[in-house]
């Protein structure tokens, strides 16, 4: 609710894009995740809307008919107003539930939480799609870098663990943690910047089928890609626009680049000549101690995140920050900003671990085809969200998210 305070109330209605849902929906659908917690284990509760059922789904078959995504910009009813008392209704039906909740109501209710952080992320998305620089959120100035972040290094390979091995919440997806055989590679101490890619557009990187994928060339011809989501094009000059408006890309050259799409990274890093890590080789260069012969919880080592080790939402910078910002946050390796910023394209498809078994019907396992993960959070995850085992996923077109790289070669 504090994300969307500074939206007008015209605003919460609004669906700029098929993939984007109005701040609206946001709102009655994390609420909607608690109420189907009421339903199955609270005696005696009355669904508050057999309507709100229907349009504050997203996609669970299993719950009934749904409103179709595309669709969902092209109700004005529920109002916000219904919608924020219906949020206000299930907040206080779940406080007052927990007193009595059984251990596994409060997993669900921990599940819920977590959701709920996945669509405080997803609405920075949907409102910088919806009004970009005209919202005006309370922003902080990021911290300038520190000393410059260069080159690359090189990571012994070798058997190690991937996935989670944590006792607390992590996704069915990050589980069973096991064994996997990485090679020797190379990987960059940096996230590809602003400047970096400038490079590559001026060299014609989106003219030159060479680079491409083939169903990524289809994609630069048939939506005119000439640079990332958010860049403009005036007067030969690129700017990008953010929430803090429209600025020259020369200018913010030592920023991490995002908003691209699994395919331009690609593209990028076959020009570049080198290539996308794999989501296990991307583990084992945040995270692998090789002295210990033992991986960390995070980059850093194991304490938790805070702002002085990664750029997530509560530092309230509501953008990227220039690269080595954050040197407390580095690995062992010198590698920064593995944690924060963008999540980083791996060029590993998204399918279930070995061993896999679903905690949850329709959550994640529906979505093993076609996918790509990436690793690492973004400037709009929560704290208490990301996890260096963490396994975002989208189409390898996509690029409306937070989505930034670093490369990679064989050694």
Not at 4 to 13: F, G, N, T
């Amino acid at each position: 609710m504090q994300i969307v305070a500074p939206l007008e109330i015209e605003d919460y209605v609004i669906q700029t894009a098929e993939f984007m849902s109005p701040p609206r929906w946001h709102i009655g659908h994390t609420s909607w995740f608690f109420e189907t917690v009421l339903q199955a284990h609270q005696r005696g509760y009355r669904v508050y809307s057999e309507d709100f059922l229907w349009y504050f789904n997203s996609y669970y078959e299993g719950f009934g008919s749904r409103i179709e995504r595309p669709k969902r910009g092209t109700k004005s009813r529920p109002t916000v107003r219904e919608t924020v008392a219906y949020r206000n209704h299930i907040d206080e039906h779940v406080l007052a539930f927990l007193d009595s909740a059984e251990d596994s109501v409060l997993r669900l209710v921990r599940m819920g939480l977590e959701h709920e952080m996945q669509h405080q992320e997803l609405l920075v998305y949907d409102i910088k799609h919806l009004l970009c620089d005209q919202f005006e959120p309370q922003m902080k100035s990021p911290p300038r870098a520190s000393a410059s972040v260069e080159g690359m290094v090189e990571i012994e390979g070798g058997l190690f663990s991937i996935g989670s091995q944590t006792e607390d919440f992590a996704w069915d997806n990050e589980k069973p943690a096991h064994q996997v055989f990485t090679k020797d590679f190379a990987i960059d101490r940096a996230l590809v910047s602003n400047g970096d890619y400038l490079e590559f557009i001026r060299d014609g990187g989106y003219e030159n089928f060479r680079w491409w994928f083939s169903e990524g060339w289809e994609a630069v011809n048939r939506e005119q890609w000439r640079a990332p989501m958010y860049w403009e094009l005036h007067d030969g000059e690129w700017l990008i626009r953010d929430f803090s408006g429209l600025g020259s890309a020369e200018s913010r050259k030592d920023e991490p680049v995002t908003h691209v799409s699994f395919f331009e990274a690609s593209a990028f890093a076959k020009w570049a000549g080198k290539r996308l890590p794999t989501e296990a080789e991307w583990e084992r260069a945040a995270c692998y101690d090789a002295r210990r012969k033992t991986s960390n919880a995070f980059p850093w080592g194991n304490t938790e995140p805070d702002s002085n080790k990664a750029n997530l939402f509560e530092n309230g910078y509501w953008s990227v920050a220039p690269i080595g910002a954050f040197p407390e946050g580095a690995n062992s390796y010198g590698c920064q900003q593995m944690i924060g910023d963008v999540w980083e394209w791996t060029t590993s498809d998204y399918v279930p671990y070995p061993g896999f078994k679903s905690e949850f019907d329709e959550y994640n396992d529906k979505w093993f085809v076609n996918q790509k993960v990436l690793r690492g959070g973004s400037f709009a995850t929560p704290q208490l969200h990301i996890r260096s085992t963490y396994r975002n996923f989208f189409h390898a077109h996509e690029r409306w998210m937070i989505s930034g790289f670093r490369c990679a070669r064989d050694v």
